[in-house]
């Protein structure tokens, strides 16, 4: 990392009086004592929701897919939607990660773990769909390659589900192993700082007896590379892959050639609406304004802006294509979209997608933690409906007329929905109190440039050389930066 | 010692036949095992490897063989097997299904002694093979829960022998004592029937025989008694006429013979570059009707204006005859007198019929046949039908003296239910001696102090003679299930004739049907026969007719009078094809079939057209708009119905809804009309209310042209094109995109990649959309055929209906007077499935014969073949309606609404089970499934090919689709045996082609062109209209 940065550049780490040490104690605070009181209250809501949702799979399984409000016409709706929305949220952790890394952007640092939790969190819940949509869930092992004594009888490697079976769980593996390898040190900070036994073991343990060692840290960055190098392929490909479930199709709004660059946009982009909801929800509840400052959030939202801006061009792209085509089905695929019965739905996504992000280009909204909160959850509700609106608004009228229907969902499609959120943010607030909810390791590594204590210090040059020393060994890193500073493992 | 070598057969085969005893016992050896047990017998030295294999071996079979639950099974095999049941072989008897005077000849399937299926009987010469859906469905009701069990007294159960003391004494003393005894039928066709009638007569001298339809011929049977002297109906060729004009009549859906009619109607139709005429048909009717949507122009006038229009019609062809005119109806419409010139036009070869239950109609209307010299031509009199015989006056004398009959018997019929009066009827009936023979539970054995529980007709002897000297037979094809008896074996018992039935209705044909025919030199050989090809046709004599047409103008006076009475509003009532009068509104296969016309199921509700936007429909939350109708002092409230075709101001409404006595509530949707019958329905009120209900509508009406952003295009799903079209050139209309299909298929229709290999079958089927009439008798064969759910009208409402096949209705056209063409649209069975490659799990997949095929097991219910079908014909099993393998097993009894108990609308409880064809897996909850192309049936006919030795002839094997089929519009057959017939249309017909074959499926189901007889296919006219956009 560059050892210098401009004091001019706005500082990612605030507080004046911030130091290594106070880091370390901002950080692991949220992961001892009683939890705030705001916490409980977040967490039994969202176990109560999560709950829920359990009960609505349980009754799914029980009573059959009946339950939902799928008909003859439309096989897939709000499960699949669900699918896709969830897989997309779980976009950003890995982009924020992966490429962010190789691109080297500093500000990554402090959003990067709850975005790789977000991730995995995002990922179980979509993963529950594709299981539970299936008519017979006890089943559900048939989609695995594994020989058997059925012939054997081997599964359809020409589709697209299948592809979709190897391309999320590659993606959880890598996703977990990114996360988890980057949490290593942090658990043994915790451990340090742990005052019981029996906590200093469990530390310990998910730490992976990490000591700090130079050696340690050397392959640490390492691992960080290769996985990163891993990841970067699966930002473009698992998403890629899920549009092939519907590009692959014949369904008029569904066999279209733009879907996975139009789709990994979709995915970006709401992926950082959620993790910027995350993040404000977390900064609050956490009091860690210092480590995710404005800063953050302006970037988030200028790459919220720009995936926007892609996803809308995509949209219009579709229904130039489809008027250009010449082809009578596509085209009343589109035009029944933006103007049939679901055009609530096509107008809700317009909204939300495309023109609601556009206010990100004023720096004054784009600095607002308030409008950047309102916004992330227009982008989240935007990006349900573009999900929703390919799926239901393609497939309810298609082909033959006389098939023609309309989808209305129930109680239980709604309950499972409302569960997995339930069950992402019980999750992710299981998560933020006991793991810590940012990269200690790596927001130290930027803190000699980028934090606004340092900067300071850097202005004043009879401090200079001090901060400086902590990392000018160190130029070859991307990642994480080793440090020999004495306090660091202590404070 | 000298070996002695024993031989026998051809040279060469000494070496194999020896005395010797050391070849091996078995023969070869195990091939699998030949190298252990080689190893192990020539050297004697157990290896280690070789142990360890045998020690793996031998564990691992014995843990297999262990962990194999071996299930106990109970089943108790026969101590002597009947000869001519084989386990796993059907076998068919013939029979004829006789609903009052509705009449279809049917092949009954049984399997292992249980009845499971009705097709139709080739070798009838009245309905010529074909079914229609109610005769279909009537195996269903052998299993219904609704039946009468057992002989009741006063509701409690009873024995024959009580019942038997009880009405005898009873009768006895009534007719001792001059009291009134009725007896009251439907149409009674069988001349063993009318026998034991009359024997009950003679025993009991103050006996009546009452007969009524519910739905009322009298007014044509009186006009035919008025301008002939004789009291029947005469014999309609609708295959001589060049020209039929109906007027109201439905006669391809419900009208007297609709099989028979609609056979003899599509021979005329059946066009190919060989044959180049076809009939044309005229419909002037109020209610769109299975007919008139077949026609080739149809005039919608007011139910008053049907009266009208006939009287129109008279005069103008009297004008053209030079004969006298009647009174002028003071009604004009342009298009009456353009049918009046086409009539005149083909004099002698044209065919008048009309649906009015009036007299004056109806002798205006054989006064019209009479002057185009119809009679003798296409309306014979050679073979009288007996299909209708009810006598309205009779009827309504009966109901006007109800309180002084004494005893009154009721066999074939539900009166309560149907008749206007019915409510008060059903009073009478606790206060005289009331008998009800009937075989499921009804209105009217709800109301009878004695009900004597009769057999189905599968369990039963009996014959039927629809037209004079056609008599079919019924055979029993089931011992009765309950303690039951075939009415007119009571009846015999109670006239004090012990005789049983079968020996009764033998002695009868030896003396009365014997010497009417020649065919048979005995009477044995009649009988044995007769039973078995299930009809006979006898001598018989045309009667002597004295026509007189002297008194039209009372007629026409008469007739304008009837419908003098008249309002702003009108109400027809109508039957539907499936549901008729109403007496097997409980079978749950009918009650799902969707109506051809509105492809609504389950209920009743009151149809109007599409000309007022207050009655519109939202076309996709189906909300329909609940009416109050008040008809004189009748009112009540159903959803209304938009339906392009019936004009303006005419409100229509169906009977056969609203029973109250069925088996379940399920049954109970809508109401009965029947108490309109007495009121005055050209004059009635309807009064929206601000309620909205939803209807089961399989289809909701759109266009096949289409705003799109590129502005209207038209869908070419169906293709149609007009007779002199057809004429110039046999591909008319068949296009794709912008070329020839033809060209298509030879330029545009490239892959790069390799297709499916066919070496043995290719099987693929015809669909001629000439011939379809869209009676759906094919949709509840195909139910029937391949046990496909009944999901009930909670779920048809969600969209869940699970046929296999259905009937697509598209319309082209104004919207006021619409023409309509039906498409049967099944599995497509794509040679280059879109469904087959997105399963991820390759539970479809493609056979080497062209089938699509389903394996039930494998199937984990992705449903993306169901989403990837663009013909949408996959169907998933959203619960366990089959109550095959659920964790809830009480999926009826907690998912319908209201309905404290849900047997028997899926097939899960053993009674109805019984009609299972055990050829066909039952569905589990969460597979999907669709048309197999009768997968069964495919197997079964290849196997007796095998058996046969012979190379498979073509019509050997026919789907269930196809044998319902009245009008043979259905050819399925072996594409690669290039004589075979579908092989030949295919190759060679122009008028063949597929459904949007330009996405490249390659279906194996193609239809040929609709070609209408008539000037111009109507222009799309009718682009922005809040129903259908």
């Not at chain 1, 200093?200 to 691992?223: P, T």
């Not at chain 1, 902590?470 to 004495?486: Q, T």
């Amino acid at each position: 990392m560059n050892p210098y940065e401009s004091p001019i550049r706005e500082a990612l780490i605030n507080g004046e009086d911030t130091t290594y040490g106070k880091i370390t104690d901002d950080i692991v605070r949220n992961t001892e004592g009683t939890p705030p009181k705001s916490w409980m209250i977040a967490f039994a809501l969202a176990s109560i929701t999560a709950l829920f949702g359990v009960f609505c799979l349980g009754y799914t399984v029980w009573k059959g897919i009946g339950v939902w409000g799928l008909n003859k016409t439309v096989d897939w709706a709000w499960d699949i939607t669900n699918f896709v929305w969830w897989i997309g949220i779980g976009h950003a952790g890995t982009l924020i990660s992966a490429v962010l890394l190789l691109f080297r952007q500093k500000w990554r640092t402090g959003i990067n773990r709850a975005a790789e939790a977000m991730t995995i969190f995002a990922v179980v819940c979509a993963g529950l769909f594709p299981v539970f949509h299936m008519g017979r869930v006890w089943m559900a092992f048939f989609i695995f390659p594994y020989p058997n004594t059925r012939g054997p009888l081997w599964v359809n490697f020409n589709s697209p589900l299948l592809w979709d079976v190897f391309a999320i769980s590659t993606y959880f593996t890598v996703s977990v192993l990114f996360w988890y390898s980057g949490l290593m040190p942090d658990f043994a900070t915790i451990r340090d700082r742990a005052k019981t036994a029996r906590r200093k073991m469990i530390y310990n343990v998910l730490s992976f007896g990490w000591i700090g060692s130079a050696k340690q840290w050397q392959r640490f960055e390492s691992l960080s590379l290769v996985l990163a190098g891993l990841s970067t392929p699966l930002v473009l490909s698992v998403h890629t892959i899920v549009s092939f479930d519907f590009a692959t199709s014949v369904v008029p709004g569904w066999h279209t050639t733009i879907f996975p660059p139009y789709f990994v946009a979709g995915a970006i982009f709401s992926g950082f609406a959620m993790v910027q909801t995350l993040m404000l929800i977390t900064r609050k509840l956490f009091s860690l304004q210092n480590y995710i400052t404005v800063a953050h959030l302006e970037s988030m939202n200028k790459v919220i802006v720009l995936t926007g801006s892609i996803v809308g061009v995509a949209y219009i792209t579709e229904l130039v294509i489809a008027w250009y085509s010449g082809y009578l089905y596509e085209q009343y695929a589109f035009y029944n979209r933006a103007l049939g019965p679901y055009k609530w739905a096509y107008i809700s996504m317009m909204t939300c997608n495309v023109i609601s992000p556009q206010v990100f280009w004023f720096k004054k909204i784009r600095r607002s933690v308030f409008y950047s909160f309102l916004l992330s959850i227009f982008v989240n509700i935007g990006m349900w409906f573009e999900r929703f609106v390919i799926i239901v608004t393609s497939l309810h009228r298609d082909f033959l007329p006389s098939s023609w229907n309309y989808f209305t969902p129930t109680w239980v499609d709604a309950g499972l929905y409302i569960g997995t959120i339930g069950i992402f943010f019980t999750l992710f607030l299981l998560f933020a109190r006991t793991f810590p909810v940012i990269a200690i390791a790596e927001v130290k590594s930027i803190f000699s440039t980028s934090a606004v204590s340092a900067k300071k210090k850097m202005a004043d040059p009879q401090d200079f050389s001090d901060v400086h020393s902590h990392s000018h060994d160190h130029g070859h890193g991307a990642h994480a930066v080793v440090h020999h500073d004495k306090n660091f493992n202590e404070q | 010692m000298k070996e002695t070598k024993y031989w026998k057969g051809l040279p060469g085969t000494e070496d194999l036949i020896s005395n010797q005893a050391d070849s091996s016992e078995f023969g070869e050896s195990t091939p699998q095992l030949d190298g252990i047990t080689e190893s192990i017998s020539t050297t004697a030295q157990t290896g280690r490897r070789d142990f360890l294999k045998m020690l793996g071996f031998s564990v691992t079979a014995a843990t297999v063989a262990a962990s194999c639950k071996m299930p106990v099974k109970k089943s108790i095999p026969y101590i002597f097997k009947p000869e001519e049941i084989t386990p796993g072989m059907a076998n068919y008897y013939s029979s004829a299904y006789v609903n009052g005077g509705d009449f279809v000849s049917v092949l009954v399937k049984t399997r292992e002694g249980r009845p499971i299926l009705a097709e139709g009987n080739n070798l009838s010469t009245i309905s010529q093979g074909g079914m229609h859906a109610q005769a279909v469905a009537s195996v269903l009701n052998l299993y219904s829960l609704g039946r009468t069990q057992k002989p009741m007294i006063d509701g409690k159960a009873s024995t024959w022998k009580d019942v038997d003391t009880k009405v005898t004494s009873e009768l006895s003393s009534i007719s001792a004592s001059g009291g009134k005894i009725v007896l009251l039928t439907g149409t009674i066709i069988s001349p063993t029937t009318k026998k034991a009638i009359a024997d009950f007569k003679a025993k009991y001298p103050t006996a009546e025989h009452i007969q009524y339809d519910a739905i009322s011929y009298s007014g044509l049977l009186d006009a035919n008694q008025k301008t002939f002297g004789l009291r029947a109906i005469p014999n309609y060729r609708f295959d001589a006429a060049n020209l039929i004009v109906s007027i109201g009549a439905d006669f391809l859906g419900t009208w007297i013979s609709p099989v028979e009619y609609a056979a003899d109607y599509a021979k005329n139709r059946k066009v190919s570059p060989e044959v180049t005429t076809m009939n044309r048909h005229i419909q002037i009717e109020s209610m769109v009707s299975l007919s008139g949507s077949n026609a080739d122009k149809r005039v919608p006038v007011k139910p008053s204006d049907e009266v009208n229009s006939v009287i129109n019609l008279y005069n103008a062809i009297a004008s053209k005859a030079g004969l006298a005119s009647v009174s002028a109806s003071g009604y004009s419409n342009k298009d009456i007198d353009a049918v009046a010139d086409e009539l005149w036009n083909a004099k002698g070869k044209s065919l008048v019929v009309c649906g009015s239950n009036n007299t004056d109609v109806q002798c205006l209307v054989n006064g019209i046949n009479s002057m185009l010299g119809n009679y003798g031509a296409t309306i014979l009199w050679d073979r009288p039908s007996y299909q209708k015989q009810g006598d309205d006056t009779a009827v309504a004398n009966l109901v006007n003296s109800i309180s002084s009959v004494k005893a009154i018997i009721m066999a074939e019929c539900n009166p309560v239910y149907t008749l206007a009066d019915g409510a008060k009827f059903g009073d009478a009936l606790s206060k005289t001696l009331s008998i009800y023979l009937g075989e499921r539970r009804n209105e009217t054995s709800e109301k009878s102090k004695i009900v004597a529980a009769t057999n189905h007709y599968l369990e039963s002897w009996g014959d039927a003679e629809p037209k004079a000297g056609v008599i079919a037979t019924q055979q029993p094809t089931i011992s009765p299930l309950f303690d039951t008896r075939q009415y007119q074996e009571s009846l015999l018992v109670w006239a004090g004739n012990t005789t049983p039935y079968v020996d009764y209705m033998q002695a009868n044909w030896a003396t009365n049907i014997m010497p009417t025919q020649s065919k048979y030199s005995t009477s044995l050989l009649l009988w044995d026969n007769t039973i078995h090809d299930g009809e006979i046709v006898c001598n018989n004599t045309a009667p002597t007719l004295t026509p007189n047409f002297a008194d039209m103008a009372t007629s026409a006076t008469n007739a304008k009078n009837s419908v003098a009475k008249r309002g702003a509003i009108e109400l027809k009532l109508y039957e539907k094809v499936g549901i008729g009068t109403g007496l097997n509104t409980d079978n749950p296969w009918l009650l799902e079939l969707p109506d051809p016309i509105t492809k609504c199921t389950w209920e009743n509700y009151l149809v109007t057209g599409a000309s007022d936007e207050k009655y519109f429909h939202n076309p996709d939350h189906k909300e329909f708009k609940i009416a109050n109708v008040t008809v004189g002092g009748v009112s009540f409230k159903l959803p209304i119905y938009c339906l392009p075709g019936v004009p303006a101001g005419v409100f229509a409404v169906s009977h056969g809804f609203g029973r109250t006595v069925t088996a379940n509530a399920e049954f109970q949707h809508g109401v009965n009309v029947y108490n309109l019958l007495k009121e005055n329905t050209l004059d009635v009120k309807i009064e929206l209310t601000s309620e909205v209900a939803p209807l089961g509508c399989t289809q909701i009406h759109h266009l096949l042209t289409h705003k799109g952003l590129g502005g209207y295009k038209t869908r070419h799903i169906i293709k149609e094109t007009t007779l002199d079209e057809y004429k110039k050139d046999n591909a008319s209309e068949n296009v794709i995109g912008e070329h020839k299909r033809k060209d298509w298929i030879k330029d545009e229709l490239v892959t790069l990649y390799p297709g499916h290999t066919y070496p043995g079958h290719h099987w693929k089927m015809v669909i001629d959309l000439n011939s379809c009439i869209g009676c759906a008798a094919c949709v509840v064969a195909c139910t029937a055929e391949n046990n496909v759910s009944v999901v009930g009208r909670d779920q048809v409402i969600k969209a869940r209906e699970m046929h296999w096949l259905r009937i697509d209705k598209y319309y082209t056209g104004d919207d006021n007077n619409p023409q309509v063409t039906f498409q049967p649209m099944m599995c497509q069975h794509c040679d280059n499935a879109p469904c087959e490659n997105v399963c991820p799990v390759a539970a479809t997949n493609h056979s080497t014969e062209g089938i699509n095929q389903m394996a039930y097991n494998r199937c984990i219910g992705t449903r993306y073949c169901a989403n990837n079908c663009p013909y949408k014909v996959r169907r998933f099993n959203w619960y366990d309606y089959a109550d095959a393998d659920s964790f809830d097993k009480k999926y009826y009894t907690e998912n319908i609404e209201n309905i404290a108990e849900f047997p028997q609308v899926g097939m899960n409880e053993p009674l109805t089970r019984m009609i299972l064809n055990p050829d066909v897996t039952v569905r589990s909850r969460g597979v999907i499934e669709k048309c197999s192309m009768c997968a069964q049936r495919l197997q079964a006919g290849k196997l007796e090919a095998k058996k046969a030795g012979e190379p498979l002839k073509d019509g050997a094997i026919r789907t269930a689709c196809q044998n319902a089929c009245p009008t043979n519009a259905i050819q399925f057959g072996d594409y690669n045996n290039k004589e075979s017939l579908v092989s030949n249309l295919i190759d060679k017909d122009e008028r063949v082609f597929g459904v949007i074959e330009e996405i490249h499926t390659l279906p194996n189901v193609m239809y040929m062109t609709k070609v209408r007889n008539k000037a111009k296919i109507d222009e799309f006219s009718f682009p922005e209209n809040l129903l259908f956009s």
